[in-house]
């Protein structure tokens, strides 16, 4: 079992800044994709953003230009970088893993941390 604890969230005006950051440990053999997912009140859970193992990204549009992320293979570590926050990114913001076990790949969630962003 892989465990993923995230931290970093918090309540910010809008245009400020936060780090989220989210430790995998446990059973780890390779992991593969990194992610973070958002979660307003009453809204479905979406991608934020997503790395891979070698670097490629992809963003929501919603957070281009904005919003950062990037992973520390050797601490198995996944950031986001947040600036210019706006009161629309508040939600519980999610990091999601995804193992390369030799019996078949395995995705992982956090348990989720608060971002709210008040105008």
């Known amino acids: 079992q892989v465990q993923l604890v995230e931290s970093g969230g918090g309540s910010v005006q809008a245009g400020g800044s936060l780090r989220l950051s989210c430790a995998a440990s446990?059973?780890?053999?390779?992991?593969?994709?990194m992610a973070w997912y958002r979660q307003a009140p009453g809204k479905q859970r979406d991608l934020v953003a997503l790395l891979t193992r070698d670097g490629k990204t992809t963003y929501a549009n919603s957070v281009k230009g904005r919003f950062t992320i990037s992973r520390d293979n050797a601490e198995n570590t996944v950031y986001l970088q947040m600036n210019s926050l706006k009161p629309e990114d508040t939600a519980v913001y999610y990091c999601?893993?995804?193992?390369?076990?030799?019996?078949?790949?395995?995705?992982?969630w956090g348990q989720g941390t608060q971002v709210t962003v008040s105008s």
């Open positions: 446990g059973s780890i053999f390779r992991l593969n994709a």
């Open positions: 999601k893993a995804d193992d390369l076990h030799p019996g078949g790949p395995r995705r992982y």
